[in-house]
């Protein structure tokens, strides 16, 4: 088999392990706010939602309360670009973003998507992604965009790392 077959994968929209969820509810125990990336097999359940049908790259991640939490699980591969931009775009001091990516850092999305960003959890192991007969062939991270609290975002990482991830302030 070679190496490509192995990266290669025919979805694009790979659900939410509960162990990510422990690590936002660590972070922010009241939950998330907003899920710009739903669908109906998630088991993030946040207050709003944009599907995508709804696509959440051209709706604004405005959420009522200051310091709340939008969590991000993009659609992987060609999508990611316009995903760091709009990450770009909507991250601002009431705000914080968690963002679920692969840990591609030889691609110039991944440098859109952590500029600014007040950590990267690079997660150990291989996750399991809801639903996927076997583990992801690569490495994930959380990408923590912080908003007026810090103590959310320090919990996440905190718990991140207490369950062998290496957690670095870009």
Known sequence: MSIAATLASGRMDWNTPPEVLKLLHAGWPDGVDLDPCHNPDSIVDARFTYTEEQDGLAQPWDIPRPGGLVYVNPPYGSALPAWAEK????????????????????????????????????????????????????????????????????????????????????
Do not use: C, K
Request: charge should be positive; hydrophobic fraction near 50%.
């Open 87 to 170: 990450v770009q775009a909507e991250r601002h001091e009431s705000r914080n973003i968690v963002v679920l990516v692969p840990a591609r850092t030889d691609t110039r999305w991944w440098r859109t998507m952590t500029q600014g960003a007040r950590y990267v959890a690079f997660l150990g192991g291989r996750l399991r992604f809801l639903g996927a007969p076997a583990a992801a062939p690569f490495p994930s991270a959380l990408i923590v965009h912080g908003g007026l609290s810090r103590r959310g975002a320090d919990n996440l990482v905190q718990a991140a790392a207490a369950r062998g991830a290496w957690v670095v302030r870009p």
